[in-house]
């Protein structure tokens, strides 16, 4: 199949899941281009990004300017580098005056459809992120992407629980012009559902990873310290606060305990605040954004990873899946979670670590003094861990299923 992958940005490093599925689809041997609205310049290049090179695949939106001469000269420009795949009939249906809106503006709907004017059409047109294909499903709604069929993967941000109201018009036309819309766990997809969407498009599908590269490494050496881990963006939702409490509880109870904090956002400062007022500093470190091979090896030498989300009190977000908590279990962390949001549904609660009610820090106290004390059952819980990702959430496990909601529209 010819796949075309439409992003509001790339690279971007929180995005790995996105990676995965792209290099999971050449590698089962499918035309991938990648469409992307924004470059991201300031961010580390995973590995996969390189080895598998991705920016040589990428296609950058062009921004319209102002001057009615520039946009004349981008037009100029595109069809002078793209004369020999261009659609020349695309290309005038795009640009002919009587084509145009008169609220529109001068080359507008040339702009629009840029990446669209090649001889050869895609088969799929996945958009991640329900504003980016909110773009795409205006251009079929218009009649310029008549044959591909649209796909749209939800993850988060896109289906805001204070804002379902609004979703019932915003994504209206998203939902009429998408053949199928994913979802990344059952809390996501009761969110979806709270809006006016044909449930008989809504289609399950994690986000993956690569659990090869999530592999635990062989650690020898004995250690007094146990090291417990969180990882996401410092914010509200994903409770770092919480984490740091809980440390100073176990560690008021002297337990031998570190707490790792990797991540960055507005939380940093206040974070640093708790960390002083507690004399924290030797048992709670903050790394800050680091990259995903840093992680990794973060992840190798710790025992036990925390995330004790919950949900924001001014919008009620929460955790819609926390890929994060599958790359842990695929590493044999034991994972401690909370009943917020979609976590819950990303282990096997009381097998590969344990699910804590919501805010319950007298609840995540008790099972992580449970983890601490019993070496065995955190290798148990790793093992176990590690099968269940490998069987459930593996970029080409879930390549294949992608494949399979593919086929079913073509």
């Known amino acids: ?200 498009k809504l289609r399950l599908l994690p986000e993956s990873i690569d659990t090869n590269f999530f592999t635990k490494p062989e650690v020898n050496s004995k250690k007094d310290v146990i090291q417990i881990v969180f990882c996401g963006r410092l914010v509200e939702f994903k409770a770092p606060d919480l984490a740091v409490e809980i440390a100073r509880r176990l560690l008021d109870k002297n337990y031998n305990i570190k707490l790792v904090l990797i991540g960055e956002g507005p939380y940093r400062g206040p974070l640093e605040d708790i960390i002083q007022k507690h004399s924290l500093h030797k048992s709670v470190e903050l790394r800050g954004a680091i990259s995903q091979q840093a992680i990794i090896d973060e992840f190798a030498v710790s025992d036990i990873f925390l995330l004790p989300g919950v949900h924001e009190v001014e919008t009620g977000r929460a955790e819609n899946q926390g890929l994060v908590i599958q790359e842990a279990q695929s590493m044999e962390l034991p994972v401690v979670v909370s009943t917020a949001g979609g976590m819950k549904n990303g282990l096997v609660d009381g097998e590969t670590g344990f699910v804590v009610t919501e805010k319950d820090i007298d609840g995540f106290v008790e099972r992580l003094i449970e983890l601490i004390e019993d070496e065995g059952l955190r290798k148990e819980m790793g093992k176990k861990g590690r099968a269940y990702v490998v069987e459930n959430y593996n970029s080409s496990y879930l390549g294949d299923m992608l494949v399979n909601y593919y086929k079913e529209v073509l």
């Open 1 to 200: 199949m010819k796949i075309a992958f439409v992003l509001n940005m790339f690279p971007v490093t929180t995005e790995t899941f996105i990676v995965n599925q792209i290099v999971d689809m050449i590698k089962k041997g499918h035309d991938v281009s990648i469409l992307a609205y924004k470059r991201n310049r300031e961010q580390v290049l995973h590995k996969t990004i390189v080895e598998y090179n991705l920016l040589d695949r990428v296609t950058y939106h062009g921004v319209m300017p102002e001057s009615k001469f520039v946009r004349l000269g981008f037009l100029a420009n595109l069809i002078r580098k793209n004369i020999s795949t261009i659609s020349l009939v695309k290309l005038w249906r795009t640009i002919r005056p009587f084509r145009t809106k008169k609220d529109d503006a001068f080359l507008g709907q040339f702009f629009r459809n840029q990446w669209f004017l090649n001889a050869k059409s895609f088969d799929i047109i996945h958009c991640h992120f329900a504003n980016s294909g909110l773009r795409i499903a205006q251009l079929k709604q218009e009649g310029f992407l008549e044959d591909p069929k649209q796909v749209v993967s939800f993850h988060g941000y896109d289906i805001d629980p204070g804002k379902i109201k609004k979703y019932n018009t915003l994504y209206e036309q998203l939902y009429k012009e998408s053949s199928f819309l994913t979802y990344n766990s059952i809390y996501t997809k009761k969110l979806i559902e709270q809006t006016d969407v044909n449930p008989a």
